[in-house]
C-alpha cells in the first residue's frame, strides 16, 4: 500500500518530490525512535501492580529520582514461567538472609516481563503477593523488545544504590553477586554516585566448554569474540555473560545513549562503558548451561554479529552519539 502510494505520488509531482518525501520520512522515523524512545512506551509500562491493594503504582526514574535502596535486581523473563521459580527462590533466599543479617542491605527485585505468552506474569506475581511490592515489582512490557530492552526498562525504574541484572534461567549461581560486590566496592569505594561496573565472566571455563560444544558452534564462538575485539570491546574476555552489576551514575549514562535492544546489547553497553573510560573488572562465576535457551546457535549469532558491525558503524557515522560531557572524565 506504502509503495504504491509513492508510485502515484511520483507520477504526479516527479521523483524528485518522492525522494523529498522519503527524506522526511528518514527524519522522523529516526527522531522518534533513537532521540526519544519513550514516545513509543505504551501507558501501561509506567506502572507497577500491588496485589495488596488492587491498584497499579507508577514505577520510580532511575534519572529523576535518588536512590533509596541499596540493591536493585533487574531479571528480564520472556516466556520463562518453567525457569523463573528455580532463579527466583534462589534469588530471594540469597537476599532475604543478607536483609536479615544486615540492617542496611536493603534491596528490590524488578522481574521484566518481555511481552511474555506464557504464565511468566501470572508467576512473577506470586513472589509480589508473598514478599510485597517494596521487594518485588513487576514490569509486564506489552510488547517483545529483546533482552537489552527488557534490561534497559528495569534499569529505568530501580530504585537501588547498585543495580544487577541476572538472567531468569538461574545459570549464574546468586551467591556469586557477593563476588561482584567486593570488586565493586574496590572500583568504587562502595560510592553509588562514582562510576565503575562488575561483571561476571565465564571466561575461566572456556576451555572446558570448548570441549563439550560441536566444532560449529566452536567456530561460530570464537568468530563471534573476533567480531566483538574488532568492532566493539577489545579488553573483556566474555562480554556476554548475564550477571552485570552497576553503579547507579554509571547506569544513567549508560542506558541514557544505549539502543541494541537484543542479544548484543551487553556489546554496547561494554563500548559505551568503555568510551567513558569507566572501571570495569570481570569477576569469575559460577555457570551451568540451563536447558530451555532462547538463543539459537546460527541465527541468533548471526543477528548479533550484524548488530555488532552496526555498533560500530552507527557510533563511527554519528548516527549514534555518546554524551560529549562523558568521553573526558
Not at 535518588?66 to 523473563?77: D, M, R, W
Not at 528455580?86 to 542496611?104: P, Q
Not at 515489582?137 to 544487577?164: E, I
Not at 552485570?244 to 554496547?268: G, N, P, Q, S, Y
Request: proline share 3%; aromatic share 12%; charged share 25%.
Amino acid at each position: 500500500m506504502l509503495t504504491t502510494e509513492f508510485v502515484q505520488l511520483a507520477l504526479l509531482f516527479g521523483s524528485g518530490s518522492v525522494f523529498f518525501l522519503f527524506v522526511v520520512l528518514g527524519i522522523v522515523l529516526k527522531i522518534t525512535t533513537t532521540a526519544f524512545p519513550e514516545i513509543l512506551q505504551f501507558q501501561p509500562e509506567q506502572y507497577y501492580k500491588d496485589p495488596a491493594t488492587g491498584t497499579n503504582r507508577p514505577f520510580p526514574s532511575l534519572h529523576d529520582d535518588e536512590p533509596t535502596l541499596k540493591l536493585s535486581v533487574i531479571v528480564p523473563a520472556f516466556d520463562e514461567e518453567k525457569r523463573l521459580p528455580i532463579m527466583l527462590d534462589e534469588c530471594m533466599d540469597y537476599l532475604e538472609k543478607r536483609a536479615r543479617k544486615e540492617d542496611d542491605f536493603t534491596y528490590e527485585v524488578i522481574i521484566v516481563s518481555d511481552g511474555s505468552r506464557d504464565r511468566t506474569v501470572p508467576v512473577a506475581m506470586k513472589y509480589v503477593e508473598k514478599y510485597g511490592t517494596e521487594k518485588v515489582r513487576v514490569l509486564a512490557l506489552v510488547q517483545n523488545r529483546g533482552k537489552g530492552g527488557a534490561v534497559r526498562h528495569g534499569m529505568l525504574r530501580s530504585r537501588g544504590q547498585f543495580l544487577l541484572f541476572a538472567d531468569a534461567d538461574g545459570a549464574t549461581k546468586f551467591a556469586d553477586y557477593a563476588k561482584l560486590e567486593r570488586s565493586m566496592a574496590q572500583l568504587s569505594g562502595d560510592d553509588w554516585t562514582r562510576d565503575a561496573l562488575a561483571i561476571g565472566s565465564r571466561a575461566h571455563l572456556e576451555e572446558e566448554a570448548t570441549a563439550k560444544r560441536t566444532i560449529f558452534r566452536t567456530i561460530l564462538m570464537h568468530g563471534f569474540h573476533l567480531l566483538v575485539w574488532t568492532f566493539a570491546v577489545k579488553k573483556i574476555r566474555d562480554t556476554q555473560c548475564g550477571f552485570k552489576l552497576t553503579t547507579r551514575a554509571a547506569a544513567r549514562k549508560l542506558f541514557r545513549v544505549m539502543h541494541v535492544e537484543r542479544w548484543a546489547f551487553d556489546v554496547e553497553l561494554l563500548f559505551i562503558a568503555q568510551s567513558y573510560k569507566m572501571p570495569i573488572e570481570e569477576v569469575a562465576v559460577n555457570w551451568t548451561e540451563i536447558e530451555g535457551s532462547k538463543l539459537t546457535p546460527f541465527w541468533s549469532w548471526l543477528q548479533m554479529g550484524r548488530d555488532l558491525m552496526l555498533i560500530w558503524f552507527r557510533y563511527a557515522i554519528g548516527a549514534w552519539q555518546l554524551e560529549k560531557q562523558h568521553l573526558n572524565s
